[in-house]
């Protein structure tokens, strides 16, 4: 854990979205000390006319390079782990690619431990939260 769901753009480089999965998982292993091995990443090519956003909320004007990041991981971190993870992931997706920290959302869906499953129908036990 965690599951990271990526939606993006279609048309987006390969390499482009490398860059993206490569910047959240190391913002993960930074901020919230995932083994490099925890690497469970789904990236979901939608079409532009499906990405439904507003061109501004809360002050941040937003463009068509708009994506979408939704973690699922256990419970167990602390705000600032968290404001530090949304700020890192956004760091190193800007100086990655061309995509604008103004257009990465982000959000987290925290759950206990014992609602995952890695394999074999069962419940595992990690150590890391």
């Given at each position: 854990m965690p599951l990271v769901r990526i939606s993006i753009p279609?048309?987006?480089?390969?390499?482009?979205?490398?860059?993206i999965s490569k910047s959240v998982h190391s913002a993960l292993m930074q901020e919230?000390?995932?083994?490099?091995?925890d690497y469970f990443h789904v990236i979901e090519e939608i079409n532009k006319e499906n990405l439904i956003y507003p061109e501004s909320y809360l002050g941040i004007d937003h463009t068509s390079s708009m994506?979408?990041?939704?973690?699922?991981?256990?419970?167990?971190?602390?705000?600032?782990q968290k404001k530090a993870l949304y700020l890192q992931i956004a760091l190193n997706i800007s100086t990655s690619t061309a995509i604008k920290k103004e257009d990465i959302l982000i959000v987290l869906l925290e759950n206990n431990r014992e609602n995952w499953s890695f394999g074999n129908g069962e419940v595992q036990h990690f150590t890391h939260i």
């Open positions: 279609k048309g987006l480089s390969a390499d482009i979205k490398s860059n919230f000390h995932i083994p490099a091995d994506i979408f990041v939704q973690i699922t991981a256990a419970q167990g971190r602390t705000f600032e």
